[in-house]
């Protein structure tokens, strides 16, 4: 029987000095961050309170044990993280809930918030532009900053109110002065943009079409049980994005094109307010289950852009001389804004939004006319 390895823990003096310097001596669990030095008193020394953890276990039959590891690389900074006791017992006793990856990832994280939050060790000259989109009911957006840790944001967030008793023209004239003071901040090189928003759908989409399909955007979504913008830290269910009715053959007819989002709930064609005869193509993009709690992690929204991008770009090439698309949007704010990001403002057909309220007839009333800023 082979014996059990096991590492002989001599770290080597430039490991604890990087493990330490870069944790700033704290756990590295977000929910904790004490400091793992006490100082000392009239009567006793300073007292460590902080364990050098093992990612992938010291033995072979350890937590998180990968027999493959040799005795060196396991005492490697690589291999450890900081942690205070109570989280170092908690994250060994729970091994399957917190994994390699996943506690490698925490390391990342802090270290990045020890950079960016403590001006002692070098804060970052790289915040982020922060904007929050609210409806009616004024949202907290000193909440935002606890969402974007371990970055940190640039200046006072930018509030932008979409008032749904407003006329949606003025709406749209003020979410495009807003927007494009917004984007002016800065050096655009550098520029990256934290977009919170809670507002109707309408102005979502149209916050994405005017931010248009920029690299350094993230966005966030409102979780109203646990009244944060922090992600869950759960893991996302597979996206399962299905498009149905995209077009095989090009046609040069003109006439009006419906695309339907079905994410937090189903759109009933029948609803749709388009007279029939004028009505070329209806294309839809749905998950399995559409409901309320579908977005869970911004893979999800990634995964939406490049959908809506495929969809957008295929009716563009099939329906050349459509008169407009019908865009009708069941799903997240988020989402909302990652599908205005995928119109392209200078391409994309004429594009009518639209609002839903089931006590009306028609449910659907027109809102915001997206037009291109100039003739394709």
Not at 107 to 126: I, K
Not at 186 to 214: E, H, K, M, Q
Not at 269 to 291: E, F, G, M, Q, W
Request: overall charge positive; charged content about 20%; glycine content about 4%.
């Amino acid at each position: 029987m082979k014996a059990q390895r096991k590492s002989p823990r001599r770290y080597s003096a430039r490991t604890l000095k990087v493990l330490w310097g870069r944790s700033a001596g704290r756990c590295a669990v977000p929910e904790c961050r004490i400091d793992l030095v006490v100082d000392a008193t009239d009567h006793d020394p300073i007292v460590v309170i902080g364990d050098i953890a093992h990612i992938q276990a010291s033995s072979d039959k350890g937590p998180r044990a990968n027999r493959k590891l040799s005795a060196q690389h396991r005492d490697s900074y690589e291999n450890l993280i900081l942690l205070c006791k109570n989280c170092h017992f908690r994250f060994d006793a729970q091994k399957k809930t917190n994994t390699v990856f996943s506690i490698k990832q925490l390391r990342v994280d802090h270290e990045a918030w020890v950079r960016a939050s403590l001006p002692e060790r070098g804060r970052s000259t790289h915040g982020w532009n922060v904007l929050v989109l609210q409806g009616d009911h004024p949202v907290d957006a000193t909440q935002t900053v606890a969402a974007l840790s371990p970055d940190f944001p640039r200046r006072k967030p930018t509030i932008i109110t979409a008032s749904a008793n407003q006329a949606w023209l003025t709406t749209f004239k003020n979410l495009q002065l807003a927007v494009q003071k917004f984007l002016s901040e800065g050096d655009p090189f550098d520029n990256r943009f934290a977009v919170f928003p809670l507002a109707p759908v309408s102005a979502c989409i149209a916050t994405g079409y005017l931010l248009t399909n920029r690299p350094r955007v993230r966005l966030f979504q409102h979780h109203r049980l646990q009244a944060t913008w922090n992600w869950p830290k759960v893991k996302a269910a597979p996206h399962k994005l299905r498009i149905s009715g995209l077009p095989s053959k090009r046609t040069e007819k003109a006439g009006d094109i419906a695309i339907c989002f079905h994410l937090s709930a189903v759109i009933q064609h029948a609803d749709l307010p388009i007279p029939r005869k004028s009505l070329l193509h209806t294309v839809d993009v749905r998950v399995d289950d559409p409901n309320v709690h579908w977005l869970r992690s911004p893979s999800q929204l990634e995964a939406l852009g490049e959908i809506a991008t495929h969809v957008f770009a295929s009716l563009l090439q099939h329906f050349p001389n459509a008169a407009t698309w019908h865009l009708f949007f069941a799903g997240p704010a988020p989402g909302a804004v990652t599908v205005g990001q995928q119109l392209n403002p200078t391409m994309t057909t004429p594009t009518q939004l639209y609002e839903f309220n089931r006590a009306e007839t028609p449910r659907y009333s027109p809102s915001i006319l997206l037009k291109p800023t100039t003739a394709r």
